[in-house]
């Protein structure tokens, strides 16, 4: 299955990342993609994406991850809720100390 996905490609403390096309099952440094059809970089807070391209691959199969389609919806690339990508908090439980 086809994933659109951030790769990292900054340097050490200086966050950039590609937005590619790539299977699934390859890691995430692969030069093996598809495509590239955006850029984020963190720092600055500017996010590119190809609109049109990441819509053709969506509609040919492609899935974002949840990082991913979050940042598409924020930019107006593509519509829908916001996939919470935070695991769920569990409640501490106190233990009774017995006697």
Known sequence: MLKIRLQRTGRK???????????????????????????????????????????????????ATPTVHNLLISKG??????INVLPKKKPVVKEAKAA
């Open 13 to 63: 403390n200086d966050p950039h990342f590609r937005l590619i096309v790539a299977e699934s099952t390859l890691k995430p440094k692969t030069t093996q993609f598809a495509e590239i059809v955006g850029t984020y970089n963190v720092k600055a807070g500017i996010f590119e994406a190809k609109a049109d391209r990441v819509k053709h691959w969506m509609a040919n199969g492609a899935q």
């Open 77 to 82: 690339v593509i519509e829908g809720k916001k």
